[in-house]
């Protein structure tokens, strides 16, 4: 994905509001910078946006699992021993990371941390871990072990070390959050966590054309994969550049296949356009695992999910499915 210095020049080849500037208002959590593009006409907005991005500080605090005293972290200390009630915006994500995982056949699933940690991805420190520590990991790992009772809003893991991990939708899902707290009283603003998450509100340039975003090439930072023309939706960015290791000549991404409890390595990048931020997210990761099959039939069946995938050992990018608030240009260079 671009830098934000980068989007903008690209975007700035026309002037994209009335006096010819932008306001950009930022916050660093989750271990990224979320940021927050708009006009700078519009300071009742401007205000509204800074105090949405003060509140991503609190979802960290209830998702991360980084820290003792969140709420995920007292989940995956006490819900092998028994029911635990979960507070109900984090309730229903759950709910969500459940259905997705199901729907994905297992390609995005929220308790593949043993596998992460085996691999020594979360902490850093990658390794190349024995068979049978990955079998071992393997035994944890399954959505099904999260029993979710609707009625008593609680989880309970169905085995001992279980764990649940929202790293691969949680920044998705804080967009989405401050997204809901803002469209009804902003015309158009730009919203991303890190350099691969964006949620657009409005057209960006005060007409029909979109946001105009750069994709990254994912194996040359200097090229482009694509260019997107976005409104009201979002889009996630998975890719195995930013988190590697490198052992005997071979390179090792942080994403796990958890099916087979390897690195998933048939893609090079795959970004995932929809309206919600946080299903971008979990697809993006779904696809990067699954491939072009799980792209291919996940998009035939959710009209609005639009995938563009480079796969490991292709020249060219592949678009699947569609959506009307997405343009799409695949660059070929």
Aim: hydrophobic share 40%.
């Amino acid at each position: 994905m671009l830098t934000r210095r980068e989007l903008l020049r690209f975007s700035g080849s026309r002037k994209t509001t009335e006096d010819g500037y932008w306001l950009h208002l930022s916050r660093q959590a989750m271990a990224c910078r979320f940021e927050a593009t708009l006009p700078t006409s519009d300071q009742s907005g401007a205000n509204l946006v800074r105090n949405a991005l003060a509140e991503v500080e609190s979802l960290e605090q209830q998702l991360t699992i980084f820290r003792e005293s969140s709420e995920v972290s007292c989940i995956n200390r006490t819900a092998a021993i028994g029911s635990v009630r979960v507070e109900q915006s984090l309730f229903a994500l759950l709910i969500l990371c459940q259905k997705l995982s199901g729907e994905t056949k297992g390609a995005f699933d929220i308790t593949s941390g043993p596998l992460s940690d085996c691999w020594g991805f979360l902490r850093r420190q990658g390794r190349i871990p024995e068979p049978h520590e990955i079998e071992a990991a393997r035994a944890l790992v399954g959505a099904d072990y999260l029993v979710l009772d609707r009625a008593s809003q609680t989880i309970r893991f169905g085995r001992a070390g279980v764990q649940i991990n929202l790293g691969s939708i949680g920044k998705g899902y804080a967009l989405d959050r401050i997204s809901a707290t803002i469209e009804k009283r902003v015309r158009t603003c730009l919203l991303t966590a890190g350099s691969s998450s964006m949620r657009a509100i409005g057209s960006g340039d005060l007409g029909r054309a979109g946001w105009v975003i750069g994709v990254r090439h994912p194996r040359d930072k200097n090229r482009r994969l694509a260019v997107l023309r976005m409104r009201d939706c979002a889009m996630a960015t998975s890719g195995g550049d930013e988190q590697y290791f490198e052992f005997e000549g071979k390179r090792y991404g942080h994403i796990i296949d958890s099916r087979s409890g390897m690195p998933a390595e048939c893609v090079s990048g795959v970004t995932v356009v929809t309206r919600s931020a946080a299903i971008a997210d979990a697809l993006a990761t779904a696809f990067f695992v699954g491939g072009p099959e799980l792209a291919e039939s996940y998009c035939s069946t959710h009209p609005g999910v639009l995938a563009i995938m480079l796969e490991s050992e292709s020249e060219r990018a592949v678009v699947f499915g569609n959506s009307s608030l997405c343009e799409v240009e695949v660059i070929s260079e």
